[in-house]
């Protein structure tokens, strides 16, 4: 069964720390991974799209990586701030999926206290 | 900016009643997809649509949910005879192409009571 497992469920950090949040897919046959956010109330915004051969990719304080491989995935957040409290998802479409169905995780819910 | 338009933004119904939601695409985009949101973030795959025509329903219901997309019209997401499970948040989303480039909607809150 493709699957899109995240850790941790919940992260509660200072400002102005750097933090890591984990995402793993159980089979390496992706067409691309993405990354949404998720305010309360609101939809999703994509933050970052890798495809499947890429490594990484950038915007902002953002870092998002690509490792087929182990089939993992990671978020960097630099110098965290109280507006990047939110739910991350990471979302994966797995090769041979019909027209982009996204496969999500479970969420990361993000607290950054001033 | 363009965006992806939801109606309504909630809904509430009673157990065994029809609930039918709607959805506008960004102008251009051929795909659109329809989530459910339960509990704990859980996202749901329900169906997929190029254009008018119906490409991935492995996640709808099909005894209780139907789903169309006609031109010049919102799409929509009916829901038969709802039960107290189906309440959640239904999103929309739409993109140009394939696999990238999702616009979601802000969702319709349906509860069923």
């Known amino acids: 069964k493709q699957e899109v497992t995240q850790i941790p469920a919940a992260l509660s950090v200072p400002e102005g720390e750097n933090l890591v949040l984990n995402c793993s897919f159980t089979d390496s046959a992706i067409y691309n991974l993405q990354w949404f956010r998720q305010d309360p109330g609101k939809g999703l915004t994509s933050l970052l799209l890798i495809q499947s051969s890429q490594r990484e990719q950038t915007s902002g304080r953002l870092n998002a990586s690509l490792d087929k491989s182990s089939g993992r995935s990671t978020l960097y957040i630099a110098a965290s701030q109280p507006g990047d409290s939110a739910t991350y998802l990471c979302?994966?479409?797995?090769?041979?999926?019909?027209?982009?169905?996204?496969?999500f995780g479970q969420g990361t819910i993000l607290t950054v206290h001033p | 900016g363009e965006e992806v338009a939801q109606t309504p933004k909630h809904l509430v119904r009673g157990e065994g009643q029809k609930a039918k939601l709607y959805c506008a695409p960004i102008k251009g985009h051929s795909y659109v997809f329809w989530y459910q949101q339960v509990l704990k973030n859980e996202f749901k795959f329900l169906i997929s649509?190029?254009?008018?025509?119906?490409?991935?329903e492995t996640g709808m219901p099909k005894e209780r949910f139907s789903a169309k997309c006609l031109p010049n019209s919102p799409c929509s997401l009916e829901i038969q005879a709802t039960k107290l499970e189906d309440s959640a948040v239904y999103f929309c989303?739409?993109?140009?192409?394939?696999?990238?480039?999702?616009?979601f909607g802000s969702g319709t809150r349906l509860t069923v009571v």
């Open positions: 989303a739409s993109s140009q192409v394939q696999g990238a480039g999702y616009t």
């Open positions: 979302a994966v479409v797995y090769g041979g999926t019909s027209y982009g169905k996204l496969t």
């Open positions: 649509f190029q254009n008018e025509n119906v490409f991935d």
